[in-house]
């Protein structure tokens, strides 16, 4: 396989990856404060959203690349 194919494949992958589950999401720690032995920590849930129209386009150019990936051999 030639690297355009991987790459295009790859793209169509992490666009529907993306498209179906909307985003991630992550838990930070943080330390409030340290007194002596006794440490205060927050746990923080972060969460990140990918757009529905960046998934489709990474799909898109996925599948263009791919095609022109099959159409140099």
């Not at 992958?13 to 991630?24: E, M, Q, R, S, Y």
Request: charged share 20%.
């Amino acid at each position: 396989m030639t690297a355009a194919r991987i790459t295009g494949i790859v793209l169509i992958v992490l666009g529907l990856a993306g498209f179906f589950t909307g985003g991630f999401s992550f838990t930070k720690d943080r330390t409030e404060a340290k007194l002596g032995p006794i440490e205060l920590t927050v746990k923080d849930k972060e969460s990140v959203n990918i757009p529905q129209w960046l998934s489709i386009g990474a799909v898109a150019i996925g599948a263009v690349v791919l095609v022109l990936g099959f159409r140099k051999t």
